[in-house]
């Protein structure tokens, strides 16, 4: 098969990691778009890519098929909305947006012009979490009593100019890496009966909070930080448990004890099986995600728009 064409709308971090990976695989990225000349070249020489200083030139590039965007999550909605209305599919990293308002826009702009879009959650595209979701589903552990999942990096580290510590950019705890953890519940049990939140805000941003998911019968403990570094996952039933040392950040095993005896899973958590599975949607004439469709993106930023509502939390450009 010919390799899936991608046009690169951004060029830092993340689409420097994503495209470390894919063009392992059978992937090129054939333009890249970014707002500094100098990186944007360098970045395009790298991957052996055409340098655009405007958007619809790059995306509009010979030969694309997709449309990656990894530019700070401000400025996502412009940028995919405007590519959809390109007729060109999107995988969008996450979060699509700041606001279900914004995510709205999204879905409604990808309905409207029939165009494929994606929320780029790598989680859902990982033999590891699809294989944890199965277990669940099939009763290995029987019913769910509790679940707790921490998830934190040292981002107060970073530069005060970077994204994650700056409220322009919607940067904090919660955005950037709190929907990880929210996302994973979903899409374990779906929509909770409610949500409790309790963070810390600093400079304009969220440092630190833990959002209590309550469902019928147990409720989902997350926590996340920028202060410090842990990652873990534990899932208790009434008949086992299930355990992920590392839920998230390439995520390898998945520990299942229950009345059987001890199961270890192991697989990949990757950028390369995400846009290889995108890719092979967005062949298949798909216009929605079977693997992140438009309700999970839609209600984990309902989720996350009421965290920021108990925490008082508002940027500025709001």
């Known amino acids: 098969m010919t390799p899936f064409n991608w046009a690169y709308v951004g060029n830092g971090g993340i689409a420097e990691s994503t495209a470390r990976q894919i063009v392992k695989g059978n992937h090129r990225i054939v333009s890249v778009y970014g707002r500094n000349p100098e990186k944007v070249k360098a970045f395009s020489e790298k991957y052996g890519a055409q340098a655009f200083g405007d958007f619809e030139s790059a995306v509009n590039c010979n ?49 409207r012009t029939n ?19 199965r277990w669940v589903q099939s009763g290995e552990i029987g019913e769910v009593q509790d679940v707790v999942i921490n998830y934190a990096f040292p981002g107060m580290l970073l530069p005060k100019t970077s994204r994650v510590r700056m409220p322009e950019t919607a940067g904090g705890a919660l955005l950037d890496i709190g929907i990880y953890p929210i996302t994973y519940c979903y899409n374990l049990f779906g929509v909770p009966n409610s949500v409790q939140c309790h963070g810390k805000i600093r400079d304009g941003i969220d440092i630190r909070e833990t959002v209590v998911l309550e469902y019928p019968k147990f409720k989902c403990t997350l926590h996340m930080s920028l202060c410090n570094l842990k990652e873990n996952c534990l899932i208790r039933g009434t008949k086992g448990s299930i355990s992920l040392p590392v839920f998230f950040h390439m995520a390898s095993k998945a520990i299942l004890k229950n ?31 079977e693997y992140i469709p438009f309700a999970a993106t839609r209600t984990c930023m309902e989720i996350m728009d009421e965290c920021r509502r108990q925490m008082g939390l508002r940027y500025p450009f709001e």
């Open 259 to 289: 009345e059987s005896g001890k199961r270890v899973f192991t697989g990949k958590t990757d950028y390369l099986t995400e846009f290889t599975k995108v890719a092979e949607e967005i062949r298949q004439g798909k216009t929605e995600s």
């Open 63 to 111: 030969g694309v098929d997709g449309v990656y965007i990894a530019t700070p999550h401000t400025a996502h909605v412009d940028y995919a909305v405007r590519a959809m209305e390109l007729h060109k599919p999107v995988l969008c990293e996450k979060p699509v947006g700041v606001t279900v308002q914004d995510v709205d826009t999204l879905i409604g702009t990808a309905k």
């Open 115 to 133: 165009t494929y879009f994606c929320e780029a959650m790598w989680t859902w595209f990982s033999d590891v979490a699809l294989t944890v979701k």
